[in-house]
Protein backbone atom coordinates (compact mmCIF):
# COMPACT_ATOMS: atom_id res chain seq x y z
CA UNK A 1 0.00 0.00 0.00
CA UNK A 2 0.99 3.48 -0.74
CA UNK A 3 0.31 6.65 1.49
CA UNK A 4 0.28 10.13 0.07
CA UNK A 5 0.80 13.28 1.76
CA UNK A 6 0.10 16.77 0.76
CA UNK A 7 1.58 19.81 1.72
CA UNK A 8 1.91 23.55 0.55
CA UNK A 9 -1.15 24.91 -0.07
CA UNK A 10 -2.48 28.07 1.04
CA UNK A 11 -3.81 31.53 -0.10
CA UNK A 12 -2.50 33.44 -2.48
CA UNK A 13 -3.99 36.69 -4.62
CA UNK A 14 -4.40 35.94 -8.48
CA UNK A 15 -1.29 35.72 -9.95
CA UNK A 16 1.26 34.52 -7.91
CA UNK A 17 2.12 31.28 -7.27
CA UNK A 18 2.41 28.08 -5.28
CA UNK A 19 4.68 25.01 -5.19
CA UNK A 20 2.36 21.67 -3.69
CA UNK A 21 4.25 18.84 -2.52
CA UNK A 22 3.67 15.38 -2.05
CA UNK A 23 5.59 12.41 -0.08
CA UNK A 24 5.15 9.11 -0.95
CA UNK A 25 5.48 5.86 1.62
CA UNK A 26 5.18 2.59 1.59
CA UNK A 27 4.74 -0.28 -1.25
CA UNK A 28 6.02 2.90 -3.58
CA UNK A 29 8.62 1.98 -6.35
CA UNK A 30 5.76 0.29 -8.37
CA UNK A 31 3.81 3.23 -8.66
CA UNK A 32 4.97 4.33 -12.29
CA UNK A 33 2.01 7.06 -12.40
CA UNK A 34 1.67 10.33 -10.30
CA UNK A 35 -0.82 12.93 -10.93
CA UNK A 36 -2.61 16.17 -9.20
CA UNK A 37 -6.22 16.22 -9.27
CA UNK A 38 -8.50 19.24 -7.98
CA UNK A 39 -11.89 19.39 -6.76
CA UNK A 40 -14.03 22.42 -6.40
CA UNK A 41 -16.96 23.52 -4.13
CA UNK A 42 -20.00 21.56 -6.20
CA UNK A 43 -17.77 20.32 -8.94
CA UNK A 44 -16.06 17.00 -10.11
CA UNK A 45 -12.46 16.13 -9.38
CA UNK A 46 -10.60 16.62 -12.16
CA UNK A 47 -7.09 15.63 -13.20
CA UNK A 48 -4.57 18.39 -13.49
CA UNK A 49 -1.39 16.90 -14.09
CA UNK A 50 0.20 13.74 -14.30
CA UNK A 51 3.97 11.96 -14.74
CA UNK A 52 4.14 9.00 -16.07
CA UNK A 53 7.66 6.51 -15.55
CA UNK A 54 9.54 9.64 -14.57
CA UNK A 55 9.48 11.96 -17.55
CA UNK A 56 5.95 11.60 -19.59
CA UNK A 57 3.65 14.78 -18.37
CA UNK A 58 0.38 15.66 -19.13
CA UNK A 59 -1.23 18.80 -18.57
CA UNK A 60 -5.29 19.42 -18.04
CA UNK A 61 -5.83 22.66 -21.23
CA UNK A 62 -6.80 25.06 -18.04
CA UNK A 63 -3.46 24.64 -16.52
CA UNK A 64 -0.86 23.93 -19.26
CA UNK A 65 1.48 26.62 -19.50
CA UNK A 66 0.81 27.49 -16.00
CA UNK A 67 1.72 24.40 -13.74
CA UNK A 68 4.48 22.22 -13.98
CA UNK A 69 4.46 18.66 -12.53
CA UNK A 70 7.61 16.87 -11.14
CA UNK A 71 8.88 14.02 -9.72
CA UNK A 72 12.20 13.18 -6.99
CA UNK A 73 12.42 9.63 -7.26
CA UNK A 74 15.53 9.18 -4.57
CA UNK A 75 13.01 11.35 -2.49
CA UNK A 76 9.70 9.63 -3.16
CA UNK A 77 8.18 12.92 -4.04
CA UNK A 78 6.21 15.08 -6.66
CA UNK A 79 5.79 18.63 -6.77
CA UNK A 80 3.40 21.21 -8.48
CA UNK A 81 4.63 24.01 -9.05
CA UNK A 82 1.40 26.78 -10.17
CA UNK A 83 1.98 30.08 -11.50
CA UNK A 84 -0.02 32.98 -13.00
CA UNK A 85 -2.29 31.59 -10.45
CA UNK A 86 -6.57 32.67 -10.79
CA UNK A 87 -9.53 32.78 -8.80
CA UNK A 88 -10.86 29.38 -10.77
CA UNK A 89 -7.74 27.75 -9.37
CA UNK A 90 -9.28 27.76 -6.04
CA UNK A 91 -9.98 24.19 -4.70
CA UNK A 92 -8.73 21.08 -2.61
CA UNK A 93 -5.51 19.86 -4.54
CA UNK A 94 -4.87 15.81 -4.46
CA UNK A 95 -1.71 14.28 -5.07
CA UNK A 96 -2.61 10.20 -6.68
CA UNK A 97 -0.31 7.30 -7.52
CA UNK A 98 -0.83 4.47 -9.95
CA UNK A 99 0.29 1.19 -10.99
CA UNK A 100 0.29 1.15 -14.73
CA UNK A 101 1.27 -1.00 -17.33
CA UNK A 102 1.39 -1.86 -20.84
CA UNK A 103 -1.89 -0.16 -22.83
CA UNK A 104 -3.59 1.25 -19.34
CA UNK A 105 -0.33 3.49 -19.25
CA UNK A 106 -2.86 6.12 -20.83
CA UNK A 107 -5.01 6.20 -17.83
CA UNK A 108 -2.37 8.17 -16.45
CA UNK A 109 -4.18 11.60 -14.64
CA UNK A 110 -6.99 9.57 -15.02
CA UNK A 111 -9.11 9.05 -12.08
CA UNK A 112 -9.29 5.11 -13.42
CA UNK A 113 -5.99 5.27 -13.36
CA UNK A 114 -4.94 6.04 -10.16
CA UNK A 115 -4.58 3.56 -6.58
CA UNK A 116 -4.09 5.40 -4.25
CA UNK A 117 -5.12 9.09 -2.82
CA UNK A 118 -4.04 11.73 -0.26
CA UNK A 119 -6.27 13.56 1.58
CA UNK A 120 -5.69 16.92 -0.22
CA UNK A 121 -4.22 20.22 0.07
CA UNK A 122 -6.26 23.56 0.09
CA UNK A 123 -5.71 26.11 -2.56
CA UNK A 124 -7.11 29.68 -2.34
CA UNK A 125 -6.78 32.30 -4.82
CA UNK A 126 -8.65 35.52 -3.98
CA UNK A 127 -9.17 38.57 -6.65
Known amino acids: RVQLVESGGGSVQAGGSLRLSCTAS????????MAWFRQAPGKEREGVAS???????RYSDSVKGRFTISQDKAENMVFLQMNSLKPEDTAMYYC?????????????????????WGNGTLVTISS
Open 26 to 33: GYTYSSNC
Open 96 to 116: AAGVLYGGSAQLCGSRDGMDY
Open 51 to 57: IFAGRST
